[in-house]
């Protein structure tokens, strides 16, 4: 085959002139031999021969003019053509380049996000292996769950442990943090605590010294680390691992057994573990606490769904032999009926993932729709280019050029700049990216994510380059392709009114660009507006100059039943500190995102009900009235009559329109929670718990003295009021450490710790803002370099017309028919696609419809002003057009 | 009307000569159509070899290296479906244009 053969020969220039050449030696010693046959001398015949062929060289270069017309060598041909036409006009290049680099980078950069937090594999050995053992459809609440990735409880693992059959291996973990320093000052760092199979199942090889094994599970005594690749050079000095290599974690001296590769971040995506410590089963483990996350590897031969069919069958067996006690029997029957499943887990676990992953494919959404319009505008741009290269392209035709040859130079000109673009937009993809990961941390969490321009990513720019440059490359190409080369050079440079086909194509562009930004700028408000809403959302509680105290003193060896006095006591102590106006204990800090809840009975009302347990002063401290009622006094504990305050959700859900002060409300069994009866003291109004987002749930309020003995810790969590700042808590801190010298201590800001939910409502707004003013920017730029051109073209007709008589005022009116019919059209196709669009982010907005009038009308008005203010500059330079120089360019 | 294609003489002739001959080197076309039109046609080496190297690229004809009669390599050429079709097509041409051409002369 021609084609392959041309391949092979490529770069070897030389090689295709010889093969030229060899058939045409063959000839002509052919011809001399039959010349000498007729009778010719052999000097005769070769010089006859020679002269059939005239000049040798001239004669190569002909035939070779035909190898190279479709050869890749013409190609790289056209492609120095394209380059130094580009070369000649640096300013449209340039533009178009940039348009496209930043478009294309903004997509790669939310594609190379989603890849990272979605798509990419853990970095283990043979990750499609892995699997997660979950509860199918989770445990409904029942228990106590400390994490959200833990599933398991440890005597469910001890379960799984014994009988897997589908899986070669399996391990049980669960994030913990610890202090890694000395107590008071230490350094709070990522943990993870791993049963001994974790590493082998997983096939993490040590990068120096030993991992964790099945032996090191023996104590419970905290003595052995194995320390990531990250900490083990940042917080080791990465010495080399020796069997004397220790630290000192949670106080305690342990040994660094070793440490894991580079590439190993733990099994939560977007999270990364320094030290990783072997799990411990104590001799009676609690039934009730969900705080293991549990995987293990397929056998070969096993798929999912057989494992999960395995995992159904030992359900019934494994959850009656690990029921919990102390709770009321239907809450036990519901445990003994869950099944558990397999699930795939080759990409870990990630929050993140589950946080943001539709805001990254609604992002992604957005940013392909400015690339939309950018390429609308470069397709406009390259209508233009064509244009003004008719002539160039007419004479090349005229010269024998044919149309595909034609039509080929114009995709590779657009190839090359989509190409160029696209390596570019890969580039910038890096630190947009880092970006966007930066804008979603906080000050309480960092995100850790290895941004890799992997295959994945690579093939989606490529793709999106190839879109791109059928889109803004294919019409502009067909147009110069099939120019008329008289007409072309007939009509000279600047042409007569083009035909009418020809202006539509560029009407078109500008109507999708306005559309497509009416979707963009309808999403951006929408954005925006939803995140000031969650901003200025009302909790019902006070926000500002609250900080959170969480103080643990289990070093100072405190009875359980006189650790009620010593938190009231403690209380006092906070509240005696110069600057602080007031302090409360909780055992749920509100909207920080969890949730403690009792199964409540009234009359004949069952349901479940948010359970926190404050002391007297958390109303006055957190700015909450009293509606009704009396609030709790430090008289109401153990030993008294047991009290609620309850809230209006928890009225509206139990009582209904009776009066609920003195109802009496019966409180489920749970271990450490007996069952009891309280009576309903007072009244508040409705307020946030969990998050902004959420409706307020019925809370009803226990006495902090009145929680169970069993239920009291040696630690605390205090919420304190103080509009003295920092210094106030600056001032407490030193307080608490003289008095209590073991005491751990740390502090948050409340509204700060608010605001740090909402990072990704932030991150929608700004962003989606952004785009939606980019969007409108390249309206204006479209519109305004569409009319212009139309005006260039039609300059003889205006100067006809103004040489006529026709008035300034009319020919403004006759450019601005044009803005206004493009307007029109675009914004009623822009106000559908809003409304279509909009459904796919109801669940993302706060406080707003999709389909909010108020947010639609802004948008139209800001486009058309936009588009008058765009369209009048080209209309009045149309005006002043000077009828006599019009004609006369002619 | 037929298409007044006097240039596309030639094609005509190296697809023709292709259909009887099978496969053939350049040197073979020329003999063969001086041959059969007893000398009255003389095709150029500067006509011929442009011509077989465009119909190679459009498809016309494949080219191969092979040994001749008299033991020398050549590059030989033979037709292909495409040809085929192209030769058929011209073949038509060529005869509304030889009718045209003859009413023109006769006129006269």
């Given at each position: ?238 010495q080399p691992i020796t069997p004397n290599t220790t630290i000192l974690v949670q106080g305690h001296t342990v040994q660094v057994l070793g440490v894991t590769p580079p590439s190993f971040f733990g099994l939560v995506v977007g999270d990364r573990f320094d030290l990783a410590y072997p799990s411990c089963i104590p001799p009676n483990p609690r039934r009730e606490f969900f705080i293991l996350s549990v995987m293990g590897r397929l056998k070969p031969g096993w798929d999912l769904a057989r494992a999960s069919g395995y995992f159904t069958s030992i359900s019934p067996g494994l959850f009656e032999s690990t ?203 929408l954005f925006v507006r939803s995140y000031r809403n969650l901003m200025t959302l009302d909790p019902g509680m006070r926000e500002i100059g609250i900080t959170i105290g969480h103080i643990g003193f289990d070093t100072l060896n405190i009875k359980p039943e006189n650790e009620a006095e010593f938190k009231r006591q403690l209380v006092e102590d906070v509240r005696s500190v110069p600057g602080i106006q007031n302090a409360a204990t909780t055992t749920n800090t509100p909207l920080g995102g969890g949730t403690w809840g009792h199964t409540a009975r009234v009359g004949a009302t069952e349901g479940d009900s ?281 | ?108």
């Open positions: 085959m021609g084609i392959f053969r041309r391949i092979w020969a490529l770069g070897k220039r030389s090689k295709l002139d010889r093969e030229i050449e060899d058939e045409l030696r063959d000839h002509l010693q052919m011809r001399t031999n039959a010349n000498i046959a007729k009778g010719m001398s052999p000097e005769q015949a070769a010089r006859a021969a020679r002269l059939r062929f005239g000049n040798p060289e001239a004669f190569k270069e002909r035939v070779e003019a035909e190898d190279a017309a479709l050869s890749i060598e013409g190609l790289l041909r056209d492609v120095r053509y394209a380059v130094r036409g580009f070369t000649s006009s640096p300013g449209f290049t340039t533009v178009a380049i940039i348009t496209l680099a930043l478009g294309i980078g903004a997509n790669t950069a939310v594609f190379q996000l989603l890849d990272a937090v979605r798509l990419r594999s853990l970095p283990i050995q043979k990750p499609q292996e892995l699997v997660e053992l979950l509860i199918t459809g989770g445990n409904l609440g029942l228990g106590v769950n400390d994490h959200p990735y833990d599933s398991f409880t440890i005597p469910m693992w001890q379960e799984v442990r014994r009988h897997h059959d589908p899986l070669s291996g399996v391990f049980a973990w669960r994030q913990d943090e610890v202090t890694v320093g000395q107590p008071r000052d230490g350094k709070r760092v990522h943990a993870l605590e791993v049963s001994g199979e974790f590493f082998n199942v997983l096939g993490v090889l040590p990068w120096q010294g030993r991992l964790i094994e099945p032996q090191d599970e023996a104590g419970c005594d905290l003595s052995k680390v194995v320390a990531s690749y990250p900490f083990w050079e940042a917080q080791m000095g990465g029921a919990p006690t102390g709770y009321n029997a239907e809450a036990v029957k519901t445990f003994k009926s869950f099944k558990l499943g397999a699930y795939a887990a080759a990409a870990g676990v990630s929050m993140l993932r589950d946080t943001y992953d539709s805001s990254l494919q609604l992002l992604l959404a957005i940013t392909g729709l400015v690339l939309l319009i950018a390429c609308a505008n470069l397709a406009n741009l390259m209508l233009a280019r064509a244009n003004a290269r008719q002539r160039e392209l007419a004479i090349r035709m005229a010269l024998g050029a044919s149309r595909r040859r034609m039509l080929r130079q114009l995709l590779i000109e657009s190839g090359l700049l989509a190409l160029s673009g696209a390596t570019l937009g890969v580039a910038l993809a890096q630190p947009l990216s880092r970006l966007l990961v930066a804008a979603l941390e906080t000050s309480q969490s960092s995100i850790h994510l290895a941004i890799v321009t992997d295959w994945r990513v690579l093939l989606f720019a490529a793709v999106v380059a190839t879109l791109t440059c059928v889109v803004f490359g294919t019409i502009p190409a067909m147009r110069g392709a099939n120019a008329d080369p008289i007409a072309a050079l007939k009509s000279g440079e600047r042409g007569i009114v083009g035909n009418r086909q020809h202006f539509f194509a560029q009407r078109l562009m500008v109507i999708t660009q306005i559309a497509v930004s009416m979707v963009l700028l309808v999403g951006a408000l948010r359970f926190t347990y404050a002391s007297p002063s958390y109303f006055a401290t957190m700015g909450i009235p009293l509606l009704t009622g009396r609030g709790f006094t430090d008289a109401d504990t153990n030993h008294a009559p047991l009290v609620l305050v309850v809230n209006q959700a928890f009225i509206r859900k139990f009582i209904g329109t009776a009066q609920p002060l003195g109802q009496l409300v019966h409180v489920m069994p749970e271990p450490r929670y007996p069952e009891r009866t309280y009576q309903i003291i007072g009244t508040i109004p409705d307020t946030k718990y969990q998050d902004l987002r959420e409706d307020p749930p019925p809370i009803a309020f226990v006495p902090a003295a009145q929680l169970p003995v069993d239920a009291q810790g040696p630690w605390v969590a205090m919420m304190i009021a103080s509009n003295a700042g920092p210094d106030a808590i600056q001032a407490l801190r030193r307080t608490l450490e003289k008095k209590y010298p073991t005491m751990t201590l740390q502090f948050f800001d409340f509204q700060q710790g608010v605001r740090d939910q909402l990072v990704g409502d932030r991150m929608m707004a700004m962003l989606s803002g952004f785009f939606g003013i980019l969007a409108a920017m390249l309206v204006v730029v479209g519109l305004y370099g569409v009319l212009s051109y139309l005006i260039t073209r039609r300059r003889n007709e205006i100067g006809i017309r103004i040489a006529l008589g026709a008035k300034r005022r009319q020919v403004i009116a006759l450019v601005m028919r044009d803005t206004a019919a493009m307007l029109l059209t675009g914004i009623v196709v822009g106000t559908a696609l809003a409304l279509l669009a909009g459904r796919a982010a109801t669940a993302m907005l706060f406080g707003l419809k999709p389909y909010d009038l108020a947010t639609l009308a802004f948008a139209i008005v800001l486009l058309a002003v936009i588009g008058i203010l765009a369209s009048l500059l080209p209309a009045i330079e149309a005006s002043n057009l000077d009828p006599v120089a019009a004609l006369r360019a002619e | 009307m037929a298409k007044n294609d006097l240039q596309g003489a030639l094609d005509l002739l190296i697809l023709k000569s292709l259909s009887h001959l099978g496969s053939m080197h350049g040197f073979g076309i020329i003999l063969h159509i001086e041959r059969v039109s007893d000398e009255l046609l003389n095709v150029e080496e500067g006509s011929l070899y442009p011509a077989l190297h465009r119909m190679e690229h459009s498809g016309w004809v494949r080219a191969e290296w092979a040994v001749t009669e008299s033991s020398r390599r050549a590059k030989f050429y033979t037709l292909t479906a495409t040809g085929r079709k192209q030769l058929a097509a011209r073949e038509k041409n060529w005869e509304q244009v030889v009718k045209g051409v003859q009413a023109i002369l006769r006129f006269a």
